[in-house]
């Protein structure tokens, strides 16, 4: 009987190590194809030659002016295109068991080099949301600590936000002063000259060359030792600015688009929407973590769909309007469109046109706020009761989420509606919702005292499962507060260990409802506060934001108030409540 000689395509020991096996033995067991051995070999070789990604892996070198290796989605597909397909598609040399772990592999081991990589780096990054003529544009900067430390430590901090000498700056929310096309960008103005170091402090060091579009450094008053908060963007090479100006850090995400942006036409309106330190390590750990999907779970037979739930809900309430069902299925029908797009900017930007355009001749009702940038928009019909405020997206890169909230309309039938509706208590929310994109996108709507979840399934949402509840352990905790008192006293008794922190308060909030953990974040929206906590109440967690754990003791003072939140079990939240209420 003949032999087929197979090879080891990685050196993985869940790939085929098995040599001189018989054919009739290959059969029975993996259930592959008969071949022959000079086309085995050719498949083979195939896949080894294109299963590159060891070899650049290895040859990445941390050099000063080189973009660092990064493995986005766009990369991988390109890297392991072949093999994947080839797995995918049914090649002989792998069971169909083994495809799934062969791909899950190639990526893990993908993204572990990435943050080896990185942390082999030693670098702090930081990431900031451009605002370029009402459009959002995120970048991620590289700092290099090892060349100037200093000018490294001070540009973080205005990200973050610092005091000095009494007084409060952050780059958040400022505009870039000056625009020189093919030039650079100027930004970090404020009333005066002012560092974290009190003035002007010195020049560190020239080691990093403005040869490349990116590149960020300091800007002085003309000589040298006179750096401050002022920082530039170089948006070509610009040499002159050697050993004249400290340079300290580069765009490593982001700078593609925005230089594409801005050669279309001249645009003045440049603002850092958004900024602060971006842990790599956390985002990703959260790719990582892509193919064990939290909230996969199977769905009932004959699911019903969201449509039918809604109005079948409706008819247990005599008095119920139909306006009201309409206006949640219209929202709901909102962030399944946003969820085709939600990785993709400008597909994103369409669905949030639509949801403009739609709004304005909707007969639902009155007034929508979109708290991603602040716009009010007024419906046609100034018949309807009703009012919404609407997170069109919330989180960057992996993980993203929408959510709403709506209000009954406050003033008479007779006078026009204005923002100053939206200032109620918490307890006079008519429904609220969220929606978690992902490989699992799942959608949970509230009203009254139950909590209903749906997962989308064949383009339309099914219901999953009714009143939620938080488990009563925790399996993870997410934390972007500096707090002695958090860190010593509840995160260290954490019977957990796992930080698992994203920009996207809603799915953390998803997160906790059905994993159980504890969340902890400063400077949310009292919307968006609003909404955690009504889920938490609903599903037995507790929650403190604006000073109390009593949900319906919560009011909108202002639609821009800030807040912070807590979220979780009862026995950590009411530690971290009795500790902040007696410093009080």
């Known amino acids: 009987m003949s032999k087929i000689k197979v090879m080891s395509v990685t050196g993985n020991p869940d790939l085929l190590h098995f040599k001189n096996l018989q054919l009739t033995e290959r059969k029975k067991t993996y259930e592959i194809q008969e071949m022959h051995e000079s086309e085995y070999d050719h498949q083979v070789k195939l896949l080894k030659r294109d299963a590159s990604l060891r070899i650049q892996i290895k040859k990445l070198q941390p050099l000063c002016n080189q973009e660092p290796f990064t493995m986005d989605d766009s990369f991988m597909s390109k890297t392991v295109?072949?093999?994947?397909?080839?797995?995918?598609?049914?090649?002989?040399?792998?069971?169909?068991?083994?495809?799934?772990?062969?791909?899950?592999?190639m990526i893990s081991q993908a993204y572990e080099s990435q943050l080896r990589f990185f942390n082999s780096r030693k670098n702090t990054y930081v990431q900031m949301m451009l605002s370029i003529d009402d459009q959002l544009y995120p970048v991620i900067i590289e700092l290099f600590n090892e060349f100037a430390p200093k000018a490294c430590e001070n540009f973080t901090k205005f990200c973050e936000g610092v005091n000095v000498e009494g007084k409060f700056y952050s780059y958040k929310k400022s505009r870039f002063t000056k625009y020189k096309p093919n030039g650079f960008l100027q930004g970090g103005q404020f009333d005066k000259k002012v560092s974290i170091y009190g003035g002007y402090f010195e020049d560190e060091s020239y080691a990093l060359k403005h040869d490349c579009e990116g590149i960020i450094g300091f800007a002085n008053d003309g000589f040298q030792h006179t750096n401050h908060s002022q920082f530039y963007i170089t948006l070509a090479p610009m040499p002159f600015f050697d050993y004249k100006r400290v340079a300290f850090g580069k765009i490593i995400r982001g700078m593609k688009q925005i230089l594409k942006v801005l050669k279309q036409e001249q645009h003045t309106d440049i603002v850092?929407?958004?900024?602060?330190?971006?842990?790599?390590?956390?985002?990703?750990r959260l790719k990582l973590e892509k193919f064990t999907d939290d909230f996969y779970s199977n769905i009932p037979e004959n699911a019903q769909s969201f449509n039918k739930f809604i109005e079948a809900e409706q008819l247990k309430h005599n008095e119920a309007s139909g306006d009201f069902t309409q206006l949640v299925k219209y929202l709901v029908e909102q962030m399944r469109i946003i969820s085709k797009f939600v990785y993709s900017l400008t597909g994103l930007k369409k669905a949030i046109q639509q949801l403009n355009e739609s709004f304005l001749k909707?007969?639902?009702?009155?007034?929508?706020?979109?708290?991603?940038?602040?716009?009010?928009?007024q419906a046609d019909n100034q018949q309807s009761k009703y009012i919404v405020a609407f997170?069109?997206?919330?989180?960057?890169?992996?993980c993203r989420a929408s959510a709403f909230i709506i209000f009954k309309k406050q003033t008479t039938v007779f006078k026009q509606v204005t923002l100053n509706d939206f200032k109620q208590q918490a307890e006079q929310i008519a429904c609220m919702g969220y929606c978690v994109y992902g490989q699992t996108t799942q959608l949970v709507v509230g009203t009254g005292y139950n909590l209903s979840m749906f997962t989308l399934q064949n383009n339309d949402f099914k219901?999953?499962?009714q009143e939620l509840q938080i488990p009563k352990k925790e399996t993870f905790y997410s934390n972007n507060i500096k707090d002695d008192f958090l860190q010593n006293k509840i995160i260290a008794n954490l019977p957990t260990k796992?930080?698992?922190?994203?920009?996207?308060?809603?799915t953390t909030l998803h997160r906790v409802v059905r994993l159980g953990g504890l969340a902890m974040y400063k400077e949310?929206?009292?919307?968006?506060?609003?909404?955690?906590a009504f889920t938490l109440a609903r599903s037995w967690g507790w929650s403190f934001c604006d000073g109390t754990t009593t949900f319906n003791q919560i009011k909108i003072r202002d639609i821009n108030q800030l807040t912070y939140l807590y979220l979780g079990q009862q026995k950590w939240?009411?530690?971290i409540e009795n500790h902040f209420l007696s410093i009080v």
């Open 463 to 465: 219901l999953q499962q």
């Open 272 to 284: 850092i929407y958004d900024c602060g330190r971006y842990d790599h390590q956390a985002q990703i």
């Open 362 to 377: 909707t007969q639902y009702c009155q007034i929508l706020y979109i708290l991603d940038n602040q716009q009010t928009l």
């Open 81 to 105: 295109k072949r093999p994947l397909l080839l797995i995918q598609n049914g090649t002989p040399t792998v069971h169909a068991s083994r495809r799934i772990k062969f791909t899950q592999s």
């Open 524 to 532: 949310v929206s009292i919307f968006e506060a609003i909404i955690c």
């Open 498 to 506: 796992v930080m698992r922190y994203t920009d996207s308060i809603f």
């Open 391 to 398: 997170r069109a997206v919330d989180g960057t890169d992996s």
């Open 573 to 575: 939240i009411q530690k």
